[in-house]
């Protein structure tokens, strides 16, 4: 997109279409990986089957647009127990198998013309109602679903990003736990998934006096990304390989190994500015060789694998939202069932339960938004969901 052209913004229903479309896209792709996430399953298998579906659900919209860019904005990555996040094995990786008691985080991302729908889950394998999940893995995965809750309904118009920030530290203390230090969530744009202003998890005294302060506005588009820990909330590389990595569009470097020219020039042109697995690469040894040059000189930025200290577990939710004229509009979800997962703890802060205990529903503005709905509905052919909290 060049400066001259207009940015395209939710204010036009057919962004809002786009971005839904995405939506959709993303939470059919969790809700497929969630249901095959079994004891005896392998990680690997787990990520390329969310690949492939977002591959080939976008790639049947907008058909007659040849030139339109679409396809996965943040690869599957499946990330268990004590490791944070970004864990997407290649296939000359070490694996891992998911086993009974598992804490298993699932992040994904759609894009449909550069509108991304990012989504993230948290569960533990082999919970059910008859078998539910207490002591500290209930507790985290509680506080980080709660910890979500709460900021679909504090992300909105007027408010600040400071606000979430402290409802978040507030939420997880409550439960013994913390959010993951310094992790940030970002407003998206077309072909941005890395937006200037931020939400940031549990700021250093340092990121704090750094940390932006912003406000919300009507018409913007966020990722908001709870990561809560059972642990200290430190995350470190714990020594895997890096497999995910995106483009720096304001990074230029003369590359001197053919290899990693022409490793780049396929980055450019398949991904644009989009996170990208080296598994989407034909030849991953080729890949693994090429990506070493274009990182060194920072053409590309890598998604470190990070991890808890072991023995820790780590709860992730991710929702997309769209901050509407009428309110804001969850467009990804998990599925969170609430009856798994018995914790002892619950929140304190009287402030904070009013705020859980509040629609986060529109329905007040239906009348409003059935018009908008309906160009929605007849572009996707699917009815539109309303935002609806999970209690």
């Known amino acids: 997109m060049s400066d001259e052209e207009q940015e395209q913004t939710i204010a036009e229903d057919l962004v809002v279409t786009k971005y839904k479309m995405g939506g959709d896209i993303a939470n059919q792709a969790l809700r497929l990986v969630v249901g095959t996430a079994k004891p005896g399953v392998s990680v690997l298998s787990l990520c390329q089957k969310g690949d492939e579906y977002i591959m080939t659900e976008t790639g ?3 058909k007659k647009e040849k030139e339109m860019k679409k396809g996965i904005a943040f690869p599957t990555s499946v990330s268990v127990n004590n490791c944070v996040c970004h864990f997407s094995p290649l296939k000359s990786d070490p694996d891992y198998t998911l086993k009974d008691g598992d804490l298993v985080k699932i992040d994904l991302g759609v894009h449909v013309d550069g509108f991304i729908a990012n989504v993230a889950h948290s569960f533990v394998v082999g919970a059910s109602k008859e078998n539910p999940i207490t002591g500290r893995k209930a507790d985290v995965i509680k506080a980080a679903h709660l910890c979500a809750e709460a900021a679909l309904r504090l992300v909105k118009p007027g408010n600040q990003n400071t606000q979430v920030t402290e409802a978040w530290n507030k939420i997880a203390q409550s439960f013994k736990c ?13 072909h941005v998934i890395d937006g200037e202003k931020t939400i940031i998890q549990n700021p250093s ?5 750094d940390h932006e302060k912003a406000e919300f506005e009507v018409h913007e588009v966020y990722a908001v990304d709870v990561l809560i820990s059972t642990g200290e909330g430190k995350a470190r590389d714990g020594g895997y390989r890096t497999t995910i990595y995106k483009r720096d569009p304001s990074k230029q470097y003369g590359l001197k190994m053919k290899t990693s020219r022409t490793f780049f020039s396929e980055v450019e042109r398949r991904f644009d500015a989009m996170p990208f697995t080296l598994r989407a690469f034909g030849d991953e040894a ?6 070493v040059e274009c990182a060194k000189h920072e053409l590309l930025q890598p998604f470190s694998v990070l991890h808890e200290k072991e023995g820790e577990f780590v709860a992730q939710f991710k929702f997309t939202v769209l901050l509407m004229a009428n309110g804001p509009h969850r467009i990804t979800t998990g599925l969170f069932d609430a009856d798994l997962y018995q914790s002892e703890h619950d929140v304190q802060d009287q402030e904070l339960k009013t705020l859980l205990q509040s ?11 059935k018009k908008a709905s309906k160009t929605a509905e007849n572009a996707t052919g699917q009815p539109t969901e309303e935002t609806e909290a999970v209690e």
């Open 286 to 291: 080729k890949a693994r060789l090429g990506v």
């Open 60 to 62: 049947k919209v907008f």
């Open 359 to 369: 629609s986060a529903s529109r329905k007040t503005q239906k009348k409003k938004k």
């Open 205 to 209: 005294d340092q990121q704090r006096k």
């Open 178 to 190: 913390s959010p993951i230090e310094g992790m940030l969530s970002h407003q998206l744009k077309q």
